[in-house]
């Protein structure tokens, strides 16, 4: 029994001293707290009487201080202000009344700052977009916690008027991100388009008011490029989308994205994306086209083949793919085949010197693989009966060259050969003897 009355004696005991801790801790946490608003309340105070000092000096002659010291003035009070707001110790019913002191200091700068910006005088970049982002925090924060009041003595103009400042100041960040930019702090840049993109949004009081002076989409665009500029590739896909929207510089935004897969080495996505573009719109596209060709043909013949066909698939008439398809099958001894296409590009391009060309060669390449024959037949009716069907297929070179001719006629180092092989053989020797005298 004994020992029960011991241990109730010791709890009670323990429990106590347990309350005797927890009042003591809460007397300690309670004085701390004071203290704690006792010197935000001086920093306050401290803040106001910076403020109205400079403000004075200022009113009293506007030479009283330079720019650099209004500067210093404002970061210090600034600094001060800040501290006392972010210690969460001010009251709230004074809120509004420390966010509109900040905002005298934050704004005070802002404006020196634009000032040097727009006289095309050195500043410091960091400092505007730092304090920008102060002042219009401190200026939505103003709105949240001053209450309005109405009537003569009411302070419902002086609300809209903060409210048409918090309204103007989103170009300011796009000027911000121009700044950081050109100063080479890409990712800053990148922050300041972001907040300018999404400045209605952040500040939904104002959004009927904030008219920024470029659209959203031109935004992305910048900071794509910027992006770009900086090999950030993962930021270039965040604005992707929304910049291609800017139509004044979509076409550059694609090329940009497309040339980005082979800055990362990453061949394969970019043979895949530049393709859906060329087959999106072909006629538009025939350079990509022929970059993707020349990339399918070191792929293999079959790879340049089937890229040719696909983009034949959508749309028939694309000089480039027929070309393509065509020089495939040259290379593969399908003369005649090739020579279709050949035939569709002169359709398609009537003055187009290579395809005249090729097809001439079509027939060319076949009269000589059959003249080469020719010594090996030992029945001599059928040998001459192909070297009958070697000179016409020379015969029947002969129109394609001239054309081939007239399509670059100043070059005949282009067409006079095969010209003069091809009159030889028919047996038009003075012709052959022109084409002699244009390769002298």
């Not at 005249?356 to 030992?378: D, H, P, R, V």
Request: charged share 30%; hydrophobic share 40%.
């Amino acid at each position: 029994m004994k020992k029960v009355i011991l241990s109730l004696v010791l709890i009670m005991g323990v429990g106590t001293m347990s309350a005797q801790v927890d009042k003591a801790a809460a007397k300690a946490a309670a004085a701390a707290q004071k203290a704690a608003q006792k010197e935000a309340k001086a920093q306050m105070a401290e803040a106001q009487k910076m403020f109205d000092t400079m403000d004075a000096a200022l009113k009293q002659n506007a030479a009283a201080l330079t720019d650099d010291q209004v500067i210093e003035e404002c970061k210090k009070g600034g600094d001060l202000i800040q501290k006392a707001i972010k210690s969460g110790m001010i009251d709230e019913k004074k809120l509004g009344e420390a966010y509109k002191l900040s905002n005298e200091f934050s704004m005070r700068i802002n404006n020196l700052l634009l000032a040097y910006a727009s006289n095309h005088a050195a500043f410091d970049t960091v400092l505007f977009y730092n304090n920008l982002k102060t002042m219009t925090d401190g200026l939505h924060n103003e709105l949240k916690y001053t209450k309005e009041v109405k009537g003569e003595t009411g302070n419902i103009k002086y609300l809209e008027s903060r409210k048409a400042n918090l309204a103007s100041s989103g170009d300011y960040f796009i000027y911000a991100a121009q700044f950081e930019n050109e100063c080479h702090r890409v990712q800053n840049a990148l922050d300041a388009y972001e907040l300018a993109m999404n400045y209605k949004k952040n500040y939904p009081e104002i959004a009927d008011m904030c008219k920024l002076r470029i659209p959203e989409e031109q935004i992305a665009y910048y900071a794509f490029h910027a992006a770009h500029d900086a090999g950030m590739f993962d930021a270039m896909d965040k604005y992707y989308e929304t910049a291609l929207k800017f139509e004044d510089g979509a076409l550059g935004t694609k090329q940009v994205k497309l040339q980005s897969y082979l800055e990362k080495g990453d061949t394969a996505t970019w043979a895949k994306n530049v393709e859906d573009v060329c087959l999106s719109a072909p006629k538009e596209n025939e350079d990509l086209i022929q970059i993707l060709l020349n990339y399918y043909q070191k792929k293999g013949p079959d790879q340049m083949e089937g890229f040719a066909d696909r983009v034949l698939g959508v749309d028939k008439d694309v000089l480039i793919a027929n070309y393509g398809k065509a020089f495939v099958l040259f290379q593969a001894k399908k003369y005649e085949e090739a020579l279709k296409y050949y035939e569709r590009c002169t359709e398609i391009k009537p003055n187009y010197y290579d395809a005249w060309y090729q097809a001439g060669l079509c027939k060319f390449s076949q009269a000589m693989e059959k003249n080469s024959t020719i010594s090996s037949i030992k029945d001599q009716k059928k040998a001459k009966a192909t070297l009958e069907e070697t000179k016409n297929l020379f015969g029947e070179a002969i129109p394609y060259f001239e054309k081939a001719r007239e399509s670059a006629p100043d070059e005949p180092n282009k067409w006079a050969f095969e010209l003069k092989q091809c009159y030889s053989v028919t047996g038009q020797s003075a012709k052959a003897a022109e084409m002699d005298k244009l390769l002298d």
